[in-house]
């Protein structure tokens, strides 16, 4: 029992020495790192404070270290930029052809018929690249059902694109009557990122609701188009943004298979507005020009 006892004194011993060590040793840790950022967030803005970088970054500059967080303004803005750069930085890089002008799907670039210089556009190919319109049915195969319009038109100047979309929600009530809401939205789109087999688009425009109630209210979207093998076109788009006093978020998502300037897709639409969730399946058609 001794040996036992001993080898138990000593472990003990030993905890109690790295915790007074410990206990020692942190007020100096504390007011080290944590005591300078203190002090710069309470010195912010002021001459005080100005002097002491400029002593600070002398020294530092001295020893040839440069700290990338001592500005922490700088490093939340670069941080800020970083973060929104992400979701365009990697496709313009790896997708942007400067040459692509149109996006017109699987059919050919130059196609008799395909694109038409009209009298009312004043030789429309010199304003409108292309455009594309759809009309779609959704359902949650419960109570809920929409109809769904969309037209796309891609304009020549600087890549922009005239997004509009006008959804109409039909609801089967328990007591049997139907309720009716319509839902829509235009965007100002810039293509950010394109060649003949993707686009990537991202924007600004309102939201609005038209029924018993009519709201509006700002709106971010962005979203792609993609052609990854003929006949197959794969549709991504999201929107953020607010209708009246409640924030809204709409994801769709669709695949399709296009016959020559024709398109027949389904897919899949989540809208959440307010307290409102409505999953939704798709099925829809698509004109290409």
């Known amino acids: 029992m001794r040996p036992r006892l001993l080898k138990r004194c000593l472990v003990m011993s030993c905890l109690v020495m790295v915790a007074l060590h410990a206990m020692l040793m942190l007020p100096t840790a504390i007011a080290g790192e944590l005591g300078q950022l203190r002090s710069s967030a309470a010195d912010s803005g002021s001459s005080s404070s100005s002097s002491a970088s400029s002593g600070s970054s002398s020294s530092r500059g001295d020893s040839g270290y440069s700290d990338p967080f001592d500005d922490s303004d700088s490093f939340i803005f670069q941080a800020i930029l970083y973060t929104l750069a992400v979701p365009y930085y990697p496709p313009y890089s790896l997708f942007d052809d400067p040459d692509a002008e149109r996006f017109t799907g699987y059919q050919p670039t130059f196609e008799p018929g395909t694109f038409k210089d009209t009298d ?21 195969f419960n109570d809920m059902q929409t109809i769904g319009n969309r037209l796309q038109i891609d304009l020549a100047r600087i890549r922009s694109t005239i997004d509009l979309s006008y959804d109409n929600y039909f609801e089967k009530l328990p007591n049997g009557d139907t309720d009716h809401l319509a839902v829509g939205n235009a965007n100002w789109v810039l293509r950010f990122a394109q060649n003949p087999r993707t686009v990537w688009r991202s924007g600004i425009g309102v939201n609005w609701m038209n029924g018993d109630q009519n709201d509006v ?19 991504n788009d999201l929107d953020l943004g607010r209708l009246g006093d409640a924030g809204l978020f709409r994801f769709r998502t669709t695949v399709g298979q296009q016959f020559r300037l024709g398109e027949i897709y389904t897919g899949f ?5 307010g307290d409102a969730q409505i999953p939704t399946m798709l099925f829809g058609a698509r004109y290409w020009w």
């Open 217 to 235: 209210g700002f709106n971010f979207t962005y979203g792609f188009d993609l052609l990854p093998v003929e006949p197959w076109v794969w549709s």
């Open 269 to 273: 639409e989540y809208l959440d507005a």
């Open 120 to 140: 009312w556009f004043c030789r429309s190919t010199n304003f409108i690249c292309s455009a594309r319109a759809q009309v779609e049915y959704g359902t949650n």
